[in-house]
C-alpha cells in the first residue's frame, strides 16, 4: 500500500511462513514441468534494471499489471524483500517455521506457500507419504498427488548440494467420500532399483506418449554410467527411457515435457551434463521401442549451478509472441539468454532471440503471467541488479 508521501510500504499476504533459498520451489505448473502459457517479448536491453541486494537467489512476480508491477527476492540467506515499480525496497519479516516450501503466485498476486505436510490436504484430511525426500516438491494431476521418496545415500554424486537422494516415487490418488471431503485413496510407491537412484529435487508429469495420460518423467542415475530419462506410468509402468550419458558423476536436468516439436510433437526437454559444455536435447517416445530418442540437441546452454538446489533456470513460453513456445535458457556462463525454437530441418533448432545480461545470472528465470495474455522475464544478475523483459 501508499504511505501518505507516497512511498510504498510491503504488505503482502499471505506469506506467513520462511522461505530459505535452498529449498525455494517456484511453480510454473501444478504438475512440476517448467511451461508458462503466453506471450513474452524477451528482445534487446530490459524494460526494467533495478539495483537489488546482493547475493539474491531467487525472484518472483507478483499481481499487478502495467506501472504496478512488483517483484519477491530472495538472498542467499532467507531473506525476503519485496521490489516495489519504481526499484522502492521493503522488507517482510514475518518470519515463521524453517521448512521446504513451493510457491505459486495467481494473477491477482496472492501468494500461495505449500509444505510437503501441509499441501496436500482437503477436507481436513492429511494425505501421508509414506517416506518423502525431506525437500520434495510435491507435484499433482489426472487427480494425483507425487513426491520423491527413499532418501538414500548409494548414489553420493551430491550435484545437488547433498548426497541424499531419492529411491523411490510416491503416488497418491485420493478418493471422495459421500461428505464430499477427500480422504487418502490408493498409494503406489514405486521403488526404483539399486544401484540407480533418482537424481532431482522433485518428479514431473507429462503426457510423454499422446495417451492423454500424465506420466512420471524422472533423472535416474549410477555410479556407473550416469544419468539418464525415464518415464513411467502412475502404477509404475516403465514407458520409455533414454539412453544414459555413459560415465558416472555425469548428470541431465530435466527441463520440461511440452509441445515443442515443429508441428507440435510433444518432447521431453532436458540439459545433459550442464556444468561441462551443456547439451539442451530434446526427446520423443518411441513407442516400438520403449526408447526416448533425441530428435534434436543443441551445445553449450546451462539450466544449473554446481552444488544448488535450484534447478529453475530455464522455461518453456512463447518468448517472442510468433505463437510457438521456445524454450529459453541461459548460456553455459550464464551471461545471455537464449530462445531457442524447434525446426524440421537437420540440427532441428534455431535460435528466436538473444540477449546479454551484462552480468552472470544468479537466480531462477522468473516467468509472471499477466491479464492481457503476455508475460514478463526475470532474472537478477551477479552485479546485484534485477532485470524484467515485459511481455508484448
Known amino acids: 500500500m501508499d504511505d501518505a508521501d507516497g512511498a510504498t510500504t510491503a504488505e503482502v499476504e499471505p506469506l506467513t511462513v520462511d522461505l530459505p533459498a535452498v529449498s525455494v520451489h517456484l511453480d510454473l505448473q501444478p504438475t512440476g514441468t517448467r511451461v508458462i502459457d503466453g506471450s513474452a517479448a524477451l528482445a534487446g536491453p530490459p524494460d526494467l534494471d533495478l539495483p537489488i541486494p546482493s547475493d539474491t537467489a531467487w525472484v518472483f512476480g507478483l499481481g499487478g499489471d502495467g506501472d504496478g508491477r512488483r517483484w519477491v527476492v530472495i538472498d542467499g540467506d532467507g531473506i525476503v524483500r519485496l521490489i ?37 490436504r482437503a477436507g481436513g484430511d492429511p494425505f501421508q507419504f509414506v517416506d518423502p525426500l525431506p525437500d ?65 529435487v522433485s518428479p514431473m508429469l507429462g503426457d510423454v506418449d499422446g495417451d492423454d495420460d500424465l506420466d512420471v518423467v524422472l533423472t535416474l542415475a549410477n555410479a556407473d ?121 537437420d540440427p532441428g533448432i534455431v535460435t528466436s532471440a538473444s540477449v546479454d545480461l551484462g552480468a552472470r545470472m544468479t537466480s531462477n528465470l522468473a516467468a509472471t503471467p499477466r491479464r492481457n495474455g503476455t508475460v514478463d522475464l526475470a532474472v537478477t544478475t551477479a552485479d546485484d541488479r534485477l532485470l524484467v523483459w515485459y511481455g508484448s
Open 136 to 200: 520434495t516438491r510435491v507435484v499433482e494431476g489426472d487427480g494425483s498427488i507425487v513426491a520423491l521418496g527413499g532418501p538414500t545415500d548409494r548414489y553420493r554424486h551430491g550435484v545437488l548440494g547433498d548426497i541424499l537422494e531419492a529411491s523411490t516415487v510416491e503416488v497418491i490418488t485420493p478418493t471422495t467420500n459421500s461428505g464430499g471431503s477427500s480422504q487418502t485413496g490408493a498409494q503406489t510407491v514405486v521403488d526404483i532399483a539399486e544401484p540407480d537412484v533418482i537424481e532431482a
Open 225 to 345: 554410467v550416469g544419468a539418464r530419462l525415464a518415464a513411467y506410468d502412475l502404477d509404475g509402468t516403465l514407458i520409455a527411457e533414454s539412453d544414459p550419458v555413459g560415465l558416472g558423476n555425469r548428470w541431465r536436468n530435466l527441463l520440461a515435457v511440452a509441445p515443442v516439436g515443429p508441428n507440435g510433437e510433444i518432447e521431453v526437454i532436458d540439459v545433459l551434463t550442464p556444468h561441462i559444455g551443456g547439451v539442451l536435447q530434446f526427446h520423443r517416445v518411441e513407442a516400438a521401442t520403449g526408447r526416448l530418442d533425441r530428435v534434436a540437441a543443441t551445445a553449450e546452454y546451462s539450466t544449473h549451478a554446481i552444488g544448488s538446489r535450484n534447478l529453475d533456470l530455464g522455461i518453456v513460453v512463447d518468448a517472442d509472441g510468433d505463437g510457438r513456445l521456445d524454450v529459453v535458457v541461459p548460456t553455459q556462463d550464464r551471461s545471455r539468454l537464449v530462445a531457442i525454437t524447434r525446426v524440421g530441418a
Open 84 to 120: 516495489g515499480p519504481d526499484g522502492e525496497i521493503g522488507t517482510i519479516d514475518d518470519i515463521g517455521d524453517d521448512v521446504p516450501v513451493t510457491v505459486d503466485v495467481d494473477l491477482d498476486g496472492r501468494i500461495t506457500v505449500r509444505t510437503v505436510a501441509d499441501r496436500n
